[in-house]
């Protein structure tokens, strides 16, 4: 099963997914580049999220907070204390660290040196701020986007005349310090989250939490994850994080096994007490009909981007063995496609001509390239026989694929090859876009 992360990791590498970040000077940690179609995946997720959750539930409305903050934010929030750390062993001699389980008989296992005796590292990223490296102006990369939520609770409250129960989603990058970043992009210092924080009355925050945990599931089933790969854990007390009253990861079924996408909490008044006695500013929300004064309850559900995106990827790849499409030599091999759901596949529509020395089919191709480009991501290949670019295509998770061949030059009609079930139509060339949007939005 391993195996399939290798072949993974080296598909969105050959077909411009993901490419280790400063790969000339041999990278750097845990760090990768969304290339060409990656990062068209990635807007899709996230344009998907946004519109799940402003245009698809009342009452939540958006932020994008700066990620460097009042350093004060993080003391408050509870971020810099032991709350917010790893506990590891060091070598006194190499310097690394461990986790005590990955270490045997008190051993480095790199070097074989004596280790010290457990202790807590914060996983906040440091930098400074200013022209002077000192403490006065040491700033903190944000480990969570919720905490610029928090800053702006009465800011959104009051421009936007919300009532509670409302939400605010934000997507951003975070950071953290991890010591042991491993399996690809599942687990890196720098990536993105995209939260929503729900403001609700503490009485109602369990029918809330229990709101939300469903329709996250939910959404994860409407983008193509079966239910036999997803779990929600509901965490207990002494493993939650330090602000959670109540946690529940929902976890995917990874080859490397079941690991954490997404988390949702019931963060209770911590927050918002917190900084409101750090700050001294009062932010308990007033109920101007019952005259109640409280801090609100805060129900988060917070996903990790790049996690989310490597479950989609990976729930996408398919082997098929033997081959399935027909090219001029027998395939042997096994053939790979990205059944990437159609809302997510960064390229819609491929547009391939038949052969690339009928100057007649060319031109057309490319006509009909121009024509579908300003609706749809679009992708024109003439590059090798019409079997392999169908193979190339499925790689990549491409979704239709229109081919214009001698038929078309005489009565305007092209191949439609759907890349689920390889099903062949033929669909007027005046029809295509019709045609294209039904299909990709049906
Ligand atoms: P883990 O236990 O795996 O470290 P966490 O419980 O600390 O994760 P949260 O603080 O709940 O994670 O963050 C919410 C989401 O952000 C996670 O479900 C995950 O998808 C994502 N996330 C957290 N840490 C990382 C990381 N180092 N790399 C990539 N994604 C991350």
Same mark, same amino acid.
């Given at each position: 099963? &391993?195996?399939?992360?290798?072949?993974?990791?080296?598909?969105?590498?050959?077909?411009?997914?993901?490419?280790?970040?400063?790969?000339?000077?041999?990278?750097?940690?845990?760090?990768?580049?969304?290339?060409?179609?990656?990062?068209?995946?990635?807007?899709?997720?996230?344009?998907?999220?946004?519109?799940?959750?402003?245009?698809?539930?009342?009452?939540?409305?958006?932020?994008?907070?700066?990620?460097?903050?009042?350093?004060?934010?993080?003391?408050?929030? @509870?971020?810099?204390?032991? @709350?917010?750390?790893?506990?590891?062993?060091?070598? /006194? &001699?190499?310097?690394?660290?461990?986790?005590?389980?990955? +270490?045997? =008989?008190?051993?480095?296992?790199?070097?074989?040196?004596?280790?010290?005796?457990?202790?807590?590292?914060?996983?906040?990223?440091?930098?400074?701020?200013?022209?002077?490296? =000192?403490?006065?102006?040491?700033?903190?990369?944000?480990?969570?986007?919720?905490?610029?939520?928090?800053?702006?609770?009465?800011? +959104?409250?009051?421009?936007?005349?919300?009532?509670?129960?409302?939400?605010?989603?934000?997507?951003?990058?975070?950071?953290?310090?991890?010591?042991?970043?491993?399996?690809?992009?599942?687990?890196?210092?720098?990536?993105?989250?995209?939260?929503?924080?729900?403001?609700?009355?503490?009485?109602?925050?369990?029918?809330?939490?229990?709101?939300?945990?469903?329709?996250?599931?939910?959404?994860?089933?409407?983008?193509?994850?079966?239910?036999?790969?997803?779990?929600?854990?509901?965490?207990?007390?002494?493993?939650?994080?330090?602000?959670?009253?109540?946690?529940?990861?929902?976890?995917?079924?990874?080859?490397? @096994?079941?690991?954490?996408?997404?988390?949702?909490?019931?963060?209770? =008044?911590?927050?918002?007490?917190?900084?409101?006695?750090?700050?001294?500013?009062?932010?308990?929300?007033?109920?101007?009909?019952?005259?109640?004064?409280?801090?609100?309850?805060?129900?988060?559900?917070?996903?990790?981007?790049?996690?989310?995106?490597?479950?989609?990827?990976?729930?996408?790849?398919?082997?098929?063995?033997?081959?399935?499409?027909?090219?001029? /030599?027998?395939?042997?091999?096994?053939?790979?496609?990205?059944?990437?759901?159609?809302?997510?596949?960064?390229?819609?529509?491929?547009?391939?001509?038949?052969?690339?020395?009928?100057?007649?089919?060319?031109?057309?191709?490319?006509?009909?390239?121009?024509?579908?480009?300003?609706?749809?991501?679009?992708?024109?290949?003439?590059?090798?026989?019409?079997?392999?670019?169908?193979?190339?295509?499925?790689? %990549?998770? +491409?979704?239709?694929?229109?081919?214009?061949?001698?038929?078309?030059?005489?009565?305007? %009609? +092209?191949?439609?090859?759907?890349?689920?079930?390889?099903?062949?139509?033929?669909?007027?060339?005046?029809?295509?876009?019709?045609?294209?949007?039904?299909?990709?939005?049906?």
């Amino acid at each position: 099963m &391993e195996n399939k992360i290798s072949k993974i990791v080296s598909l969105t590498k050959r077909r411009g997914f993901i490419f280790p970040s400063s790969e000339i000077y041999g990278g750097f940690g845990s760090s990768y580049d969304f290339g060409p179609l990656g990062v068209e995946m990635k807007r899709n997720l996230k344009q998907i999220w946004w519109q799940e959750m402003i245009n698809n539930h009342d009452n939540i409305v958006g932020l994008d907070a700066a990620i460097l903050m009042n350093p004060k934010v993080w003391q408050a929030s @509870g971020h810099l204390t032991a @709350g917010f750390a790893d506990e590891l062993v060091e070598c /006194k &001699e190499c310097k690394k660290r461990f986790k005590p389980e990955e +270490v045997k =008989d008190n051993k480095c296992p790199e070097c074989g040196g004596k280790l010290t005796k457990p202790r807590k590292f914060n996983l906040m990223m440091k930098t400074f701020v200013g022209p002077v490296e =000192d403490n006065a102006s040491t700033a903190y990369l944000r480990a969570e986007t919720c905490q610029g939520i928090y800053m702006n609770f009465e800011n +959104v409250l009051n421009s936007m005349r919300l009532k509670i129960p409302f939400g605010i989603a934000q997507i951003g990058k975070a950071f953290r310090n991890e010591i042991n970043p491993k399996n690809f992009i599942f687990r890196t210092r720098e990536f993105e989250q995209m939260e929503m924080q729900w403001f609700c009355h503490p009485k109602q925050a369990n029918k809330w939490f229990n709101f939300w945990k469903k329709e996250r599931i939910n959404w994860y089933l409407s983008l193509g994850i079966p239910q036999k790969d997803l779990r929600a854990i509901e965490i207990p007390a002494k493993r939650r994080a330090h602000y959670a009253q109540r946690q529940v990861d929902i976890e995917y079924r990874f080859p490397f @096994g079941w690991g954490e996408i997404e988390g949702i909490h019931n963060r209770g =008044d911590w927050d918002l007490s917190n900084h409101s006695k750090h700050s001294g500013k009062d932010l308990k929300y007033f109920n101007q009909e019952s005259k109640e004064k409280y801090f609100p309850n805060i129900i988060e559900t917070s996903v990790g981007v790049e996690r989310s995106l490597f479950a989609f990827l990976v729930n996408a790849y398919q082997e098929i063995k033997g081959g399935r499409t027909k090219t001029t /030599k027998a395939v042997k091999e096994a053939e790979v496609v990205l059944k990437i759901h159609k809302k997510l596949a960064p390229i819609k529509v491929a547009i391939l001509p038949l052969v690339k020395n009928k100057p007649k089919i060319v031109k057309k191709a490319k006509e009909i390239y121009k024509t579908l480009k300003p609706h749809f991501i679009c992708l024109y290949d003439q590059v090798g026989s019409i079997g392999r670019r169908y193979r190339r295509i499925d790689e %990549t998770g +491409v979704l239709l694929a229109v081919t214009v061949d001698f038929q078309t030059l005489e009565d305007k %009609t +092209v191949t439609l090859r759907d890349r689920d079930t390889m099903k062949q139509e033929r669909i007027k060339i005046k029809d295509l876009v019709k045609v294209l949007k039904e299909k990709l939005e049906s």
